[in-house]
């Protein structure tokens, strides 16, 4: 029996609830904490909580997520600011011609065991809830997609995730590991819909320094975070070990999925495969 089976059962025991009352949104503390964040989301994008996963939580999730390394599917991309095609814009200086790399990896939902404790996190209901009030959502779902429900980033030696603002409206993510050096999440937060939004992208993607905000990586993290409003990105990777970063994604629609070409993208195969015919015994 592995480490993780044995503690944390009970993913409300991985989450610092002293600090954070999330486990009972309708108690006094847990109703003025969330009310108080999601103030601060809509403000400013964003909702980070420092320390949200205790020590000891942390080393078991870093620990089974670096025995995942060898599970990881990685990607490497050229693509615009905009996650999108640049047919039609005529503008040779136009922002969406302009090109960022990408490369990462990613750790299937499928591919982490059913027992893991991040399956456990992710199925916990008050984490959901929670991330719901922040975000003044009535109501989120777990995403029901078999690799994307909530997959683990890996960015090894050389990965980056180049200038992009997402396609999701927000995405929740866990500061598992931090790399050895490099892998800074920056982002110029609120600049989508600006008048002047295309000259701000320049700017950014020249290298301008102005109004890019740096996040450390600090492990036990847990990050709300508005991108589609918000251009964003992380620095390039160095040294052997990996930045590992979970993703946990949700839904306003129960049973929302990632399209088979977005799995073919990010975890190489669509879902849709035929299963290998299993030859019988003698
Ligand atoms: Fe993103």
Redesign the pocket.
């Known amino acids: 029996m592995s480490a993780s089976q044995t503690s944390f059962a009970d993913a409300a025991s991985m989450v610092d609830l002293d600090r954070y009352p999330i486990a009972n949104l309708a108690a006094a503390d847990g109703a003025a904490f969330t009310e108080k964040r999601h103030r601060e989301y809509v403000a400013t994008g964003l909702c980070m909580l420092h320390g949200f996963i205790r020590p000891d939580a942390l080393a078991v999730l870093a620990s089974e997520a670096g025995g995942l390394l060898d599970k990881a599917y990685f990607c490497r991309s050229a693509h615009n600011a905009y996650l999108a095609e640049d047919d039609g814009i005529t503008d040779d200086d136009d922002v969406s011609h302009r090109l960022e790399e990408t490369y990462v990896g990613s750790v299937a939902y499928d591919l982490i065991h059913e027992d893991a404790a991040l399956k456990r996190l992710y199925k916990w209901n008050p984490l959901k809830d929670f991330i719901a009030a922040v975000l003044g959502k009535p109501v989120l779902h777990r995403f029901a997609d078999m690799m994307g429900a909530c997959s683990i980033n890996v960015f090894r030696d050389g990965g980056e995730?180049g200038w992009?603002?997402?396609e999701s409206e927000f995405?929740v993510t866990l500061m598992l590991q931090p790399p050895e050096e490099g892998g800074a999440f920056e982002f110029v937060p609120k600049i989508r819909g600006l008048p002047d939004e295309k000259a701000i992208v320049a700017k950014v993607l020249d290298g301008a320094r102005d109004g890019v905000v740096e996040l450390p990586f600090t492990a036990g993290t847990l990050l709300i975070f508005g991108?589609r409003q918000t251009i964003?990105r992380v620095t390039k990777v160095h040294g052997k070990r990996p930045r590992l970063v979970p993703v946990l994604c949700y839904s306003e629609e129960p049973g929302s999925t990632n399209s088979p070409e977005v799995r073919k993208l990010f975890w190489g195969r669509t879902g849709l495969e035929p299963q290998p015919v299993l030859e019988a015994g003698p």
Do not use: L, Y
């Open positions: 995730h992009h603002f997402d995405t991108g964003h």
